[in-house]
T-cell receptor, first 112, second 122 residues
Framework: QSMLTQPPSVSGAPGQRVTISCTGSSSNIGAGYNVHWYQQLPGTAPKLLIYNTNNRPSGVPGRFSGSKSGSSASLAVSGLQPEDEADYFC????????????FGGGTKLTVL | QVQLQESGPGLVKPSETLSLTCFVSGDSINNYYWNWIRQPPGKGLEWIGYIYYSGTTNYNPSLKSRVSISLDTSKNQFSLRLSSVTASDAAIYYCAASQVPDYYDRLHFHSWGPGTLATVSS
């Protein structure tokens, strides 16, 4: 059971906007900690998509954006493209026990 | 941009120790936290731990009793040892780099190796 909860799947048509949620608790997102997002294309390693809640690394399209409110965070993908079909994972610091970095269970984004 | 490549035996027997190595190129090994992360096939990601060039380590509390991460700066590589493995340790193991954060919650994984599959079977 992941400490960060994501929906197993979301879908949208090309050109549409979709959001992926990541729900945590008072020991991680709810404590005000940053959230980071990764994209994993089939058969490849994860790739950093958003860091420190709402920052994009160089080379990541502006169609991807992140936000946070309370104990939840969201990844928005606008202007969906076929190449956006992938698994998406959120990640945050958790202060339980001696502290560690935790991931969400992942969300499969399907472009219809 | 730093580049990483994992290596190690793909098959480990139950109760034995899994040993993997990650070779680093493209930047100084002194500049980052070096992490191991794993992913059982078809499942989510789990952070295992990191090491810094100073020798500082930090491990996932759920694995701490079985994990050791070491660093060889002369060879530009770092290694993972996971003891007493069971079937639940079968996964793709990734090595990944993190910029040294000013706060714990800013730690994220900006560069990843392609991953190596570790199978546990007798």
């Amino acid at each position: 059971q992941s400490m960060l909860t994501q929906p197993p799947s979301v879908s949208g048509a090309p050109g549409q906007r979709v959001t992926i949620s990541c729900t945590g608790s008072s020991s991680n997102i709810g404590a005000g900690y940053n959230v980071h997002w990764y994209q994993q294309l089939p058969g490849t390693a994860p790739k950093l998509l958003i860091y420190n809640t709402n920052n994009r690394p160089s080379g990541v399209p502006g169609r991807f954006s992140g936000s946070k409110s309370g104990s939840s965070a969201s990844l928005a993908v606008s202007g969906l493209q076929p190449e956006d079909e992938a698994d998406y994972f959120c990640q945050a610091y958790d202060s339980t026990l001696s502290g560690s970095w935790v991931f969400g269970g992942g969300t499969k984004l399907t472009v219809l | 941009q730093v580049q990483l490549q994992e290596s190690g035996p793909g098959l480990v027997k139950p109760s034995e120790t899994l040993s993997l190595t990650c070779f680093v190129s493209g930047d100084s090994i002194n500049n980052y936290y070096w992490n191991w992360i794993r992913q059982p096939p078809g499942k989510g990601l789990e952070w295992i731990g990191y090491i810094y060039y100073s020798g500082t380590t930090n491990y996932n509390p759920s694995l701490k009793s079985r994990v050791s991460i070491s660093l060889d700066t002369s060879k530009n590589q770092f290694s993972l040892r996971l003891s007493s493995v069971t079937a639940s340790d079968a996964a793709i193991y990734y090595c990944a780099a993190s910029q040294v954060p000013d706060y714990y919650d800013r730690l994220h994984f900006h560069s990843w190796g392609p991953g190596t599959l570790a199978t546990v079977s007798s």
